[in-house]
């Protein structure tokens, strides 16, 4: 069986070809008994867009996937969310882990919590607005995570490495989605297409992609000087509070 000592020396690999990524995001989607449940880290850059340093754009590299056999014990899973926190101290990068908390993630939030791991809880709903009812934690409609993930894709930023367990099976994923309307009630969501294929690998995409791009500021990583923005987090939701 694979270590998780081996999996931090190949991310170390790819983030030695990737200099200067200015944070890391976590996302971890908690399945059900008959669900996988999965995590993401992803890395992202802050960079002038061509020659024009006034103008920033961010990129996300996916530098580790892993889908978790079914029925994995939820402490597996709460022990590995910890060391790889503590791994991401030790290189200074900002770090967000941002997770499921929709049913049986709630539990499992507050597990990883218990170690020590400053963890933003989101609660997948069907509806059409996000909120931010109390601090480190979100409600948010699964298409807005959804089509976060797609429209950054196909912006070109967000990218990978085949040589990452489960890539494959993420493309896939994200091929299945497309656009669905409920005829009863008209509204239209955007989700997997086909019963067929999972949705816990982008799901653990979209979550730290989501909160990268909706709450968290960026600084400049590359020439051009440090963007000039305040060093905590920006939250566009907290008006919105009930």
């Known amino acids: 069986m694979r270590e998780l000592a081996d999996d931090i020396r190949e991310v170390e690999k790819l983030l030695n070809k990737l200099r200067g990524p200015e944070c890391v995001f976590y996302g971890l989607d908690v399945g059900r008994v008959k669900d996988h449940s999965a995590l993401s880290i992803l890395v992202r850059y802050v960079m002038a867009m061509d020659t024009d340093y006034n103008v920033l754009i961010t990129k996300y590299y996916c530098v580790y996937l892993k889908r978790y056999a ?6 597996v899973i709460e022990t590995d969310a910890a060391r790889w926190w503590n791994w991401a101290d030790v290189t200074g990068m900002r770090r ?5 908390m929709t049913g049986v993630g709630a539990p499992v939030l507050e597990g990883i919590k218990r170690r020590r791991v400053r963890v933003i809880g989101v609660t997948i709903t069907g509806g059409n607005r996000e909120t931010n009812p109390k601090e ?5 409609p699964k298409s807005a995570l959804t089509t976060q993930l797609v429209r950054t894709a196909q912006m070109g930023r967000f990218k990978g490495y085949s040589s990452i367990a489960d890539w494959s099976e993420l493309e896939e994923e ?7 309307q409920n005829v009863e009630t008209g509204s239209v969501s955007y989700e997997s297409l086909s019963e067929k294929v ?7 995409v979209a979550l730290p992609i989501w909160y990268g791009e909706r709450i968290v500021p960026y600084r ?19 008006s919105q509070r009930t």
Do not use: W
């Not at 079914?70 to 402490?75: D, G, H, R």
């Not at 999972?198 to 653990?204: C, F, I, P």
């Not at 400049?220 to 907290?238: C, F, H, I, S």
């Open 70 to 75: 079914l029925q994995t014990p939820y402490e």
């Open 96 to 100: 967000y882990f941002i997770m499921d």
């Open 136 to 140: 480190g934690e979100y409600d948010v």
């Open 174 to 180: 994200i091929r299945s989605f497309g656009y669905k």
């Open 198 to 204: 999972h949705d816990d690998l982008v799901m653990s």
């Open 220 to 238: 400049m990583t590359t020439r051009g000087g440090e963007a000039t923005v305040e060093d905590t987090d920006y939250n566009p939701l907290k």
